[in-house]
Nanobody, 125 residues
């Protein structure tokens, strides 16, 4: 059974850093587009960053460009999101998700087929 498990969330002060990990089990990520999404209280889930199967293409939302870096280690079946210079507005539950069936937008909620349960990131002093 395909599972995605996020880790690495927590409480951090503004300007700080966190590294999120998403470990996949039940299938191999090698050939799939995978991404990070977030949902803040009262807001819709939004795409933060996505990476192609070969890591040759990366997408970042404008709000995180220059601060977040997505990467993948296919040997470990894991995707990472390095988050630097964190701001209070980055506070949200962060989810990883994978595109399996090739449908939907490149880094949109409807473009992903399987989701993890999320990890909470709180940026506050």
């Amino acid at each position: 059974q395909l599972q995605l498990v996020e880790s690495g969330g927590g409480l951090v002060q503004p300007g700080g850093s966190l590294r999120l990990s998403c470990a996949a089990s039940g299938f191999t990520l090698d050939y799939n587009r995978i991404g990070w999404f977030r949902q803040a209280p009262g807001k819709e889930r939004e795409g933060v960053s996505c990476i192609s199967s070969s890591a040759g293409i990366k997408y970042y939302a404008d709000s995180v460009k220059g601060r977040f870096t997505i990467s993948r280690d296919n040997a470990k079946n894991t995707v990472y999101l390095q988050m630097n210079s964190l701001k209070p507005e980055d506070t949200a539950v962060y989810y990883c998700a994978v595109n399996v069936y090739g449908r939907g937008g490149w880094c949109t909620v409807d473009g992903m087929d399987y989701w993890g349960k999320g990890t909470l990131v709180t940026v506050s002093s």
